[in-house]
């Protein structure tokens, strides 16, 4: 198949109209849709018409879910706990039922762990608990409060 001029011309007609590569190929005949989408590219064609809404496609939209927002009750930490000895919970001190949060420099003497009473199946407390795993939106929503 040769582009003739009146081939040509349909061709930039269709596609002034707003016709898919696809559509003028079969329109044209003889003649693919990349044959129309390479000859269109060496015509330098652009800005084509749109096709008219009864001629589209429906889009079919998805209604958005609302999202609510997370109610959740304020972190409480308490302090570290003080063992029988007067000192804090340590590497060396630290059991498996108490809490691991780690608070200060692990470089200095002073650092130590929580040692309150972890919660079951958790290596931390009630409020290192909560403070380590936060729902995403929970965190989202008191960076955005902190940035105002």
């Given at each position: 198949m040769?582009?003739?001029d009146?081939?040509?011309?349909?061709?930039?007609?269709l596609w002034?109209?707003?016709?898919?590569?696809?559509?003028i190929?079969?329109?044209l005949g003889?003649v693919?849709?990349?044959?129309?989408?390479?000859k269109?590219h060496r015509?330098?064609?652009?800005?084509?018409?749109s096709?008219?809404?009864?001629?589209?496609p429906?889009?079919?939209?998805?209604?958005k879910?609302?999202?609510?927002?997370?109610?959740?009750?304020?972190?409480?930490?308490?302090?570290?706990?003080?063992?029988?000895?007067?000192?804090?919970?340590?590497?060396?001190?630290?059991?498996?039922?108490?809490c691991?949060?780690?608070?200060?420099?692990p470089?200095?003497?002073?650092?130590r762990?929580c040692?309150r009473?972890?919660n079951?199946g958790?290596p931390y407390?009630e409020g290192?608990e909560?403070?380590?795993f936060?729902?995403?939106?929970?965190?989202r929503?008191?960076?955005?409060?902190?940035?105002?």
């Open positions: 040769s582009w003739t009146d081939r040509v011309d349909e061709l930039k007609k002034a109209e707003g016709l898919s590569a696809s559509q190929a079969r329109q003889g693919t849709r990349n044959a129309v989408i390479g269109v015509l330098g064609l652009s800005g084509r018409g096709p008219s809404r009864s001629d589209r429906k889009r079919i939209t998805m209604p879910p609302q999202v609510k927002p997370v109610m959740t009750k304020p972190i409480v930490v308490e302090e570290p706990v003080i063992l029988e000895n007067g000192d804090y919970a340590t590497v060396m001190t630290v059991t498996d039922s108490m691991k949060w780690p608070i200060g420099d470089t200095q003497p002073d650092f762990f040692g009473p972890s079951t958790s407390c290192h909560r403070m380590a936060q729902p995403a939106q929970a965190r929503e008191r960076k955005r409060t902190r940035i105002l």
